[in-house]
T-cell receptor, first 113, second 116 residues
Framework: SQQGEEDPQALSIQEGENATMNCSYK?????LQWYRQNSGRGLVHLIL?????REKHSGRLRVTLDTSKKSSSLLITASRAADTASYFC?????????????FGTGTRLLVSP | DTEVTQTPKHLVMGMTNKKSLKCEQH?????MYWYKQKAKKPPELMFV???????INESVPSRFSPECPNSSLLNLHLHALQPEDSALYLC???????????????FGPGTRLTVL
């Protein structure tokens, strides 16, 4: 399967703490994206990092990409209760075209007040 | 309008029923997608439509039949489903696949399907 792996599967922190989640994938990619999903709802795009980029920031989000290790990390700083959600990385493999996104297994984040 | 809408929100059907899921977007996107998501699992791609033509079918059983009547609408026709088909069905869209350099997808809220 092309599916990426994410760890941890679940993460529980207090408000104000930082949350880090990791994604590993299997094939060469064009881009890697992170999505967020609130319980039982649709996914929301958070940030995209291209294969030739190593780090990207957006507000309280910081994403890194290491193509040599086929891995990425998402850091959420100063977390809030509203950040409670599942987070998925998604990759588009170079050999299948970028229309086909493959999602990682996801990290369930719980931020307690 | 940056929204993808899906109807119905919830659907309960028997194994002999025929029903349809509907998805709509008015962002001018020319790629539309159906995903299936089981509880605590990632979304799994089912179908991709590009310019109203089916471009990817991920070996989905024929009891699921997609249709793209125009650039704004995407349907998923359901017939003779099995209980294991119960899941959240997500629709998504993305910008022009012929010119876009990346595939940011916009998701609808999903239809929660229960097959009895």
């Amino acid at each position: 399967s092309q599916q990426g792996e994410e760890d941890p599967q679940a993460l529980s922190i207090q408000e104000g703490e930082n949350a880090t989640m990791n994604c590993s994938y299997k094939t060469s990619i064009n881009n890697l994206q992170w999505y967020r999903q609130n319980s039982g709802r649709g996914l929301v795009h958070l940030i995209l990092i291209r294969s030739n980029e190593r780090e990207k920031h957006s507000g309280r989000l910081r994403v890194t990409l290491d193509t040599s290790k086929k891995s990425s990390s998402l850091l959420i700083t100063a977390s809030r209760a509203a950040d409670t959600a599942s987070y998925f990385c998604a990759t588009d493999a170079k050999n299948t075209g970028f229309q086909k996104l493959v999602f990682g297994t996801g990290t369930r984040l719980l931020v307690s007040p | 309008d940056t929204e993808v809408t899906q109807t119905p929100k919830h659907l309960v059907m028997g194994m002999t029923n025929k029903k349809s899921l509907k998805c709509e977007q008015h962002m001018g996107h020319r790629a539309m997608y159906w995903y299936k998501q089981k509880a605590k699992k990632p979304p799994e791609l089912m179908f991709v439509y590009s310019y109203e033509k089916l471009s990817i079918n991920e070996s989905v059983p024929s009891r699921f039949s997609p249709e793209c009547p125009n650039s704004s609408l995407l349907n998923l026709h359901l017939h003779a489903l099995q209980p294991e088909d119960s899941a959240l069905y997500l629709c998504a869209s993305s910008q022009d696949p012929r010119t876009a350099s990346y595939n940011e997808q916009f998701f609808g809220p999903g239809t929660r399907l229960t097959v009895l």
